[in-house]
C-alpha cells in the first residue's frame, strides 16, 4: 500500500520532513565534535609509534658506581638482535617551546638527543625519515616542517632557551625535537635501543629479560603518560555528547509530537482498516529511520566539507590537523541518533497504536 511508504509520507509532507530532519542534522556535529578531540592524538601519533621502536634505557642514582649498568650495555652492544646509540645522562629542556593543538590546548612535545649525528642518521634510517644529517653539528636542532610552522620557526633559528640551533626540517607527521649533543664516552649513562627484529612490547619485554634485577632503568613511552592526561579530554567529550542528546532528544519529541498529533485521524483509519500493530510500528519506524538517514548523509557531508575548509585555510598553513575520520566522532554520531531516535520510534509506535477511528 503507497500510504504505507517512508518515502510517500517525507515527499507528501515536505516541510514537516525538512523539520525533523534538521533536528536530527544537528546531531551529526558529535562527528566533527569526536573528531576534535582525536586531533588531540594525532600530534603524537608518530612520537607513539617512535617509541615503539626506540626504547632508553638510563643508569640510576642508586648505582653509585654504574656498575649494573656498564654491564648491562655491554651485554646489549654484544646482542645481534640490537641496536644501541648511547647518549649523556643530562635533560634537555625545550625552552617553553609546545605543541599548539586544534582545540587550543599547549602541550608538552618530546625530545630525542643524540651523542653524533651519524647516530642521529642510523636512528632516522630505522624510522623511516628521509633525511640526510651529514651537514649537522654539535647542538644542532632537527624537526618536521610541520612542527617547524606550528612554532613558526625557520632554520637558522636559535632555540631552547638559546642551547640549539634549528639546522633540519624533515618531511614527518612528527611533533618531536631531535637533538645532537656530543659526550665523551665515559659520561653516556643513557642508551637509547632499537632493533630490526622486534618493536614495541616484544623488544621492551627482551630488553627486561636482559636487564634482569640490575639497576637500570627501562624508560616507559612517552606518550604513556600523554593519553593518561589525555583521557580527561574523552570523558568530557562523553558527557557533553549526552548532555547534548538528551536535549536534543527532548526538544526533537516535542517537535515530532506536535506533526504526530495532525496525523492521530491517518493512524485511527489505518487501524480501522485493519492493520496490525506491528505493521503500523513499522512504518512509524521507516518514516523516522529514512528521515534520520538522510540527515545522518546530509550531516556528514557538511562536516567534511567543513573539516577541509578548516584543514586547508586555517589549520594546515599553521601546522596543525584535524583528522576527517576518527572512532570517537563515530561513536559520538552513533551515541547521539540512539539517544535521540530510538525514544522517539518507541515512544510514536506506542502511541499511535491506540488511536481509535471512534474518537474523531
Same mark, same amino acid.
Given at each position: 500500500?503507497?500510504?504505507?511508504?517512508? &518515502?510517500? *509520507?517525507? /515527499? $507528501?509532507?515536505?516541510?514537516?520532513?525538512? !523539520? #525533523?530532519?534538521?533536528?536530527?542534522?544537528? +546531531?551529526?556535529?558529535m562527528?566533527?565534535?569526536?573528531?576534535?578531540?582525536?586531533?588531540l592524538? &594525532?600530534? *603524537?601519533? /608518530? $612520537?607513539d609509534?617512535?617509541g615503539?621502536? !626506540? #626504547?632508553?634505557?638510563?643508569?640510576?642514582? +642508586?648505582?653509585?658506581?654504574?656498575a649494573?649498568?656498564?654491564?648491562?650495555?655491554?651485554?646489549?652492544?654484544?646482542?645481534? /638482535?640490537?641496536?644501541?646509540?648511547?647518549?649523556?645522562?643530562?635533560?634537555?629542556?625545550?625552552?617553553?617551546?609546545?605543541?599548539?593543538?586544534?582545540?587550543?590546548?599547549?602541550?608538552?612535545?618530546?625530545?630525542?638527543v643524540?651523542?653524533?649525528?651519524?647516530?642521529?642518521?642510523?636512528?632516522?634510517?630505522?624510522?623511516?625519515?628521509?633525511?640526510d644529517?651529514?651537514?649537522?653539528?654539535?647542538?644542532?636542532?632537527?624537526?618536521?616542517?610541520?612542527?617547524?610552522?606550528?612554532?613558526k620557526?625557520?632554520?637558522?633559528?636559535?632555540?631552547?632557551?638559546?642551547?640549539?640551533?634549528?639546522?633540519?626540517?624533515?618531511?614527518?607527521?612528527?611533533?618531536?625535537?631531535?637533538?645532537?649533543?656530543?659526550?665523551?664516552?665515559?659520561?653516556?649513562?643513557?642508551?637509547?635501543?632499537?632493533?630490526?627484529e622486534?618493536?614495541?612490547?616484544?623488544?621492551?619485554?627482551?630488553?627486561?629479560?636482559?636487564?634482569?634485577d640490575?639497576?637500570?632503568?627501562?624508560?616507559?613511552?612517552?606518550?604513556?603518560?600523554?593519553?593518561?592526561?589525555?583521557?580527561?579530554?574523552?570523558?568530557m567529550?562523553?558527557?557533553?555528547?549526552i548532555?547534548v542528546?538528551?536535549?536534543?532528544?527532548?526538544?526533537?519529541?516535542?517537535?515530532?509530537t506536535?506533526?504526530?498529533?495532525?496525523?492521530?485521524?491517518?493512524?485511527?483509519?489505518?487501524?480501522?482498516?485493519?492493520?496490525r500493530?506491528?505493521?503500523?510500528?513499522?512504518?512509524?519506524?521507516s518514516?523516522?529511520?529514512?528521515?534520520?538517514?538522510i540527515a545522518?548523509?546530509?550531516?556528514l557531508?557538511?562536516?567534511?566539507?567543513l573539516?577541509?575548509?578548516?584543514n586547508?585555510?586555517v589549520?594546515?598553513?599553521?601546522?596543525?590537523?584535524l583528522?576527517?575520520?576518527?572512532?570517537?566522532?563515530?561513536?559520538?554520531i552513533?551515541?547521539?541518533?540512539?539517544?535521540?531516535?530510538i525514544?522517539?520510534?518507541?515512544?510514536?509506535g506506542?502511541?499511535?497504536?491506540?488511536?481509535?477511528?471512534?474518537?474523531?
Amino acid at each position: 500500500m503507497k500510504p504505507l511508504s517512508a &518515502w510517500y *509520507y517525507i /515527499k $507528501s509532507n515536505k516541510s514537516r520532513s525538512i !523539520i #525533523i530532519i534538521f533536528m536530527m542534522f544537528i +546531531t551529526t556535529f558529535m562527528y566533527i565534535g569526536g573528531n576534535y578531540i582525536s586531533s588531540l592524538y &594525532w600530534f *603524537y601519533e /608518530k $612520537s607513539d609509534e617512535y617509541g615503539d621502536k !626506540i #626504547i632508553l634505557t638510563e643508569c640510576i642514582p +642508586t648505582d653509585t658506581d654504574a656498575a649494573d649498568y656498564n654491564s648491562f650495555v655491554k651485554d646489549i652492544k654484544n646482542d645481534d /638482535k640490537l641496536i644501541t646509540l648511547g647518549r649523556n645522562g643530562l635533560g634537555y629542556g625545550t625552552g617553553g617551546l609546545v605543541i599548539h593543538d586544534t582545540l587550543g590546548f599547549e602541550t608538552g612535545a618530546q625530545s630525542y638527543v643524540f651523542n653524533s649525528k651519524e647516530d642521529l642518521q642510523t636512528a632516522f634510517d630505522h624510522l623511516g625519515i628521509d633525511y640526510d644529517c651529514s651537514g649537522l653539528s654539535d647542538y644542532s636542532a632537527v624537526i618536521s616542517k610541520k612542527f617547524a610552522d606550528n612554532l613558526k620557526l625557520k632554520v637558522g633559528d636559535i632555540i631552547c632557551d638559546e642551547t640549539f640551533t634549528l639546522e633540519g626540517l624533515i618531511d614527518d607527521d612528527s611533533y618531536i625535537f631531535f637533538f645532537i649533543v656530543n659526550s665523551p664516552e665515559d659520561k653516556l649513562y643513557r642508551t637509547m635501543i632499537l632493533s630490526n627484529e622486534m618493536s614495541g612490547a616484544e623488544l621492551r619485554s627482551y630488553i627486561e629479560n636482559i636487564r634482569g634485577d640490575r639497576k637500570v632503568n627501562i624508560a616507559r613511552k612517552f606518550t604513556d603518560e600523554v593519553y593518561k592526561e589525555m583521557s580527561i579530554a574523552w570523558i568530557m567529550f562523553f558527557i557533553a555528547l549526552i548532555i547534548v542528546s538528551v536535549i536534543l532528544a527532548v526538544t526533537l519529541n516535542s517537535v515530532v509530537t506536535g506533526q504526530y498529533i495532525k496525523r492521530n485521524p491517518e493512524f485511527a483509519i489505518y487501524r480501522a482498516l485493519g492493520l496490525r500493530k506491528k505493521q503500523i510500528r513499522r512504518k512509524i519506524a521507516s518514516e523516522l529511520l529514512l528521515m534520520d538517514l538522510i540527515a545522518v548523509a546530509a550531516g556528514l557531508f557538511v562536516n567534511l566539507a567543513l573539516e577541509y575548509l578548516l584543514n586547508e585555510l586555517v589549520y594546515i598553513p599553521v601546522g596543525k590537523y584535524l583528522p576527517y575520520f576518527s572512532w570517537i566522532g563515530v561513536a559520538g554520531i552513533l551515541i547521539a541518533n540512539v539517544l535521540t531516535v530510538i525514544p522517539l520510534i518507541l515512544l510514536k509506535g506506542r502511541r499511535m497504536c491506540k488511536m481509535d477511528v471512534t474518537e474523531f
